[in-house]
């Protein structure tokens, strides 16, 4: 199978296997100006070119759907500001990806699909909540920016979209969800592809860091634990408001903008399990006792149940750190840099001996490439903070010590070293048989897929109109 053929069916059926290019509120982080979006040119070949335009009218049906000449405008603006890369697609491979999506919550809707009605009005109230947090409360603004008349028909609309959103995510989970690749065929999927058309990878590192984190005070728990519990007494002897609180006080940026409101399900665990133990195990109305996650000490208001469905309100404090902690951290890691860098230890003994990083601690340092799950770091796709830490490295060269942070440590230092680098090569089986396993896999996935559309489409009634006639579909949506 030529490399070419593989990267262009990879480029567009991407989007379709993550539910890519369903435009929803979700994103509204960046809000789009529906009256002036600046847009893709009107299909011919490449999409490089732009002009502002305004589009209306019905450019296909797909079963029950409609697609308006407006949504893929609306659609394109959106990817863009979400800095998706558009360029080298055409209008008509975006609204293909468009029709594909319909297809889907059309077959849903057959395949009577349940939809969870709870956890999309829950999801409804949060993205509510998100867009008046950007218009600092004005629900007025928000109801002339989406052009309704009634904050009920804006969610009413909204509901829709996340609706049809869910029923093509769990449509193209039913038809890719089972999909596997035994090592036979990920050997013949390599074999087929001819020797001078093989994918080359790109540099490839192995990288082990040692993290030292400063230690929290027991009278800093302390101090955390009295003032969430301040605030538990003020609400309830007081009257005092706990969504006023999360506002003043929270440190979850997360769900500040929302009120510090989170929907768990007992069936789909979200949460670190601290977080639902204590929310399952309380009466609605009810707020717990200040207590202890990875993340910081939390309370939480229990403000409904509904039958699985629970809406919480929770406020985060983290013990703050004193900087005799912050001193002794850094002092530390400077003295394992130094014996690793004479000889007295090496990198993995002493990762093993100092590092705080339970993740990497037992491998000696050696870091998991959260997108592969493997231990290797290809250059051109490596986060762009760790790769300006290791970008002059040499092989078992220590790095300076840095200082960081996570979700989780406000502050943390930090070592890295590199302990293997694999540069440009011509794909190999045994070498790259992951990424191959991979590639097998989202081929094997694009398969059945166009097995699916070609029946699916066949029975469904679709109509194409106007100038998307002229575009030269990978699937037959003009049933020619």
Request: net charge negative; charged share 35%.
């Amino acid at each position: 199978m030529p490399s070419k053929t593989i990267n262009s069916k990879f480029i567009i059926k991407a989007a379709l296997l993550v539910g890519f290019m369903s435009f929803n509120f979700s994103n509204a982080q960046e809000i789009i100006d529906d009256e002036k979006p600046e847009l893709l040119e009107k299909p011919k070949d490449s999409v490089v070119n732009k002009t502002r335009i305004k589009a209306d009218g019905v450019a296909a049906v797909v079963g029950d759907f409609i697609l308006l000449e407006s949504d893929l405008d609306r659609e394109i603006a959106q990817l863009e500001a979400q800095g998706a890369d558009l360029k080298g697609l055409t209008r008509c491979e975006l609204f293909g990806s468009l029709l594909e999506s319909k297809l889907y919550s059309h077959q849903a809707i057959q395949d009577s699909v349940i939809v969870n009605e709870l956890q999309i009005k829950s999801r409804v109230d949060q993205q509510i909540q998100g867009i008046l947090a950007q218009m600092n409360g004005d629900m007025d603004q928000m109801l002339k920016y989406y052009k309704k008349d009634s904050e009920q028909a804006l969610r009413e609309e909204m509901y829709e979209i996340n609706k049809n959103g869910y029923l093509a995510q769990e449509m193209q989970a039913k038809v890719t969800g089972d999909i596997e690749v035994t090592p036979e065929e990920v050997r013949t999927f390599f074999n087929d592809i001819p020797k001078d058309e093989r994918p080359t990878f790109g540099t490839e590192l192995k990288l082990a860091q040692i993290v030292i984190i400063p230690e929290v005070t027991e009278e800093a728990k302390q101090d955390v634990i009295d003032r969430l519990k301040g605030f538990k007494r003020d609400v309830e002897e007081n009257g005092s408001s706990f969504t006023t609180k999360v506002l003043f006080y929270t440190e979850d940026s997360g769900s500040k903008s929302t009120g510090g409101k989170y929907t768990l399900n007992r069936k789909q665990p979200r949460m670190v399990k601290e977080f639902r133990d204590v929310a399952f195990s309380m009466q609605e109305g009810e707020i717990s006792e200040p207590f202890e996650t990875d993340f910081g000490y939390h309370i939480i208001f229990l403000e409904k149940i509904r039958g699985q469905e629970y809406d919480v309100r929770h406020i985060l404090l983290r013990p703050e750190l004193t900087q005799e902690a912050i001193k002794k951290a850094k002092d530390l890691i400077d003295e394992v840099r130094a014996k690793i860098v004479d000889g007295t230890l090496t990198f993995a003994e002493a990762a093993r001996e100092f590092s705080d990083e339970k993740e990497t601690k037992y491998e000696g340092g050696q870091m998991t490439n959260p997108t592969t799950q493997d231990f290797n770091f290809e250059l051109t796709r490596m986060d762009p903070e760790l790769y300006s830490q290791i970008q002059d490295l040499k092989d078992g060269e220590v790095s300076e010590v840095f200082q960081d942070e996570d979700r989780i440590n406000r502050i943390k230092f930090k070592i890295l070293t590199v302990t293997d680098r694999i540069d440009d090569h011509e794909a190999d089986f045994a070498k790259d048989y992951l990424k191959i396993k991979n590639l097998a896999l989202q081929d094997k996935q694009i398969r059945a897929v166009e097995k699916w559309q070609t029946e699916t489409i066949k029975d469904t009634y679709i109509k194409i109109n106007g100038e998307y006639r002229d575009c030269d579909f990978q699937s037959n949506w003009l049933k020619k």
